[in-house]
């Protein structure tokens, strides 16, 4: 694995779509997320700070773009863990970004351009309180989609009814 000189999508080895990415990096996530919290192994990846990890999953939550095996190559942009294989059709919040044959700057510069757009949407965090016992989620509030959850596992349920409060952690300005 190789490190990149620009410090954006370091450990991405020789790809073509990644090594285009570190040059246009600087111009599309510049002030949005530090070049640190990027990587560039299979794909490309950035870390959402905002979004705790769960529990159960030791891993972050990111905006990734990636070739989907499942799809022909086709490169895909989505929310996850970091892994690869969460960047498929039919998943949530999930968008086709490039055919497989368009150009590594065609790809680059469409997966950069998206991963812009879903850094600046706004993140919400809701909470629900019994007694001494939390569980918390964190959401996008414009389409509500569940980025992450911890909590107290006999408040699972209380998930149901609406949150105690709801805190805004990313204004957004998308």
């Known amino acids: ?42 794909g490309l990846c950035v870390l959402v700070r905002e979004v705790p990890t769960m529990k159960h999953r030791p891993t972050h939550n ?23 294989d969460e960047c498929h059709p039919g998943a949530p919040e999930t968008q086709l970004l490039a055919e ?32 001494r016992l939390k569980s918390e989620s964190w959401h996008l509030s414009d389409s509500g989609f569940q980025l992450s959850w911890m909590g107290h596992r006999r408040l699972t349920g209380m998930r149901r009814r609406p949150p105690d409060t709801i805190t805004r952690v990313r204004p957004g300005t998308a």
């Open 1 to 42: 694995m190789t490190r990149s000189p620009t410090g954006w999508f370091d450990f991405g080895g020789n790809d073509p779509m990644i090594d285009v990415a570190r040059e246009l990096a600087p111009r599309w996530l510049g002030g949005l997320v530090p070049k640190e919290d990027t990587e560039g192994f299979g």
């Open 100 to 131: 497989a044959d368009a150009s590594p700057e065609a790809q680059a510069a469409a997966a950069l351009a998206w991963m812009a757009s879903q850094l600046t949407r706004p993140i919400e965090r809701r909470t629900w309180s019994r007694w």
């Open 62 to 84: 990111c905006v990734m773009a990636s070739f989907s095996p499942h799809d022909q190559g086709r490169l895909y942009g989505a929310w996850g863990t970091g892994n690869h």
